[in-house]
């Protein structure tokens, strides 16, 4: 997400926050029309990795068999979630060149690595050549997590180019900012369909769709915090706090694969 003013400072563009001491939501200009320009970015990056191996028995004989298959399976599960919010703002006093110009940037990651073990079934019906297959899962384990969150704000006199820099930003100050791990058990329900085509009795095309829910997740959106204490400089403040708020995290998806059985 990108904004920004024009040259004059237009549109008005702001930072909401609650200001803890005023007991009141506020916000923090990037932007006032003939004032300061400026303008506000935001960013926000999901990447989720797996893995599982299973061992599977056949209860109804043969997979590859027409009619109803009823497969069984359990192992052992991975799964990998990365999730970082980062914000780059800029402003400058108006006109550009006699006052200051100011940089903000906050950064929030939250990695989620689930180690357990999983149980499931598949049940499939084949008719001739095509197959629907039917699976559930539910796997149970420990969720290692780790946030890292940092702020930054440069501030630059522009007649003379000195610029202060404070490692501070809006919603990352130091009350919340730094390394920090926790863990917590997680539960990750799954259920998928795939409809097949079988080029050959033991080789399978197929392309299916499912879904899963993982509790207990650390996500940027639950532990950013939006209360900020606006006091003089020098004066200790609480507030953003340091939170690990849990969440769901919800994924749905479409699969093509191929698959051999013997």
């Known amino acids: 997400f990108h904004v920004a003013s024009d040259s004059l400072g237009q549109p008005v563009i702001s930072r909401p926050f609650f200001n803890v001491s005023a007991n009141a939501n506020d916000a923090d200009p990037r932007a006032l029309p003939f004032v300061m320009s400026g303008a506000a970015n935001d960013s926000f990056l999901t990447r989720l990795m797996g893995a599982e191996a299973n061992f599977k028995y056949n209860v109804t004989g043969r997979p590859s068999d027409e009619g109803l298959a009823l497969m069984l399976f359990t192992g052992p599960r991975w799964i990998r ?33 689930f180690i357990g073990g999983q149980v499931g079934g598949t049940l499939r019906w084949r008719w001739d050549r095509l197959s629907l297959d039917m699976t559930a899962k539910l796997a149970v384990g420990q969720n290692f997590q780790t ?33 920090h791990d926790t863990q917590h058990v997680s539960i990750v329900p799954e259920v998928a369909m795939n409809v097949g085509f079988f080029l050959t009795e ?38 953003p706090a340091r939170r690990f708020q849990q969440t769901d995290f919800w994924a749905e998806w479409v699969s093509f694969g191929f698959e051999f059985m013997y």
């Not at 703002?89 to 690595?113: H, K, M, V, W």
């Not at 003379?160 to 100050?173: M, R």
């Open 81 to 113: 979630l990365d999730e970082r919010y980062q914000s780059r703002d800029f402003s400058q006093d108006l006109p550009a060149g006699t006052g200051e110009s100011r940089n903000f940037s906050d950064s929030i990651t939250c990695y989620n690595e």
């Open 147 to 179: 946030m890292k969150a940092f702020g930054r704000a440069v501030q630059t006199d522009d007649p003379t180019g000195v610029a202060l820099v404070n490692n501070e930003g809006l919603y990352v100050q130091s009350t919340n900012s730094g390394n």
């Open 202 to 239: 033991n080789f399978r095309f197929s392309v299916g769709a499912g879904g899963f829910n993982m509790s207990n997740a650390l996500r940027p959106s639950a532990v950013l915090d939006r209360r900020i204490e606006v006091q003089a400089q020098g004066i200790p403040t609480s507030n």
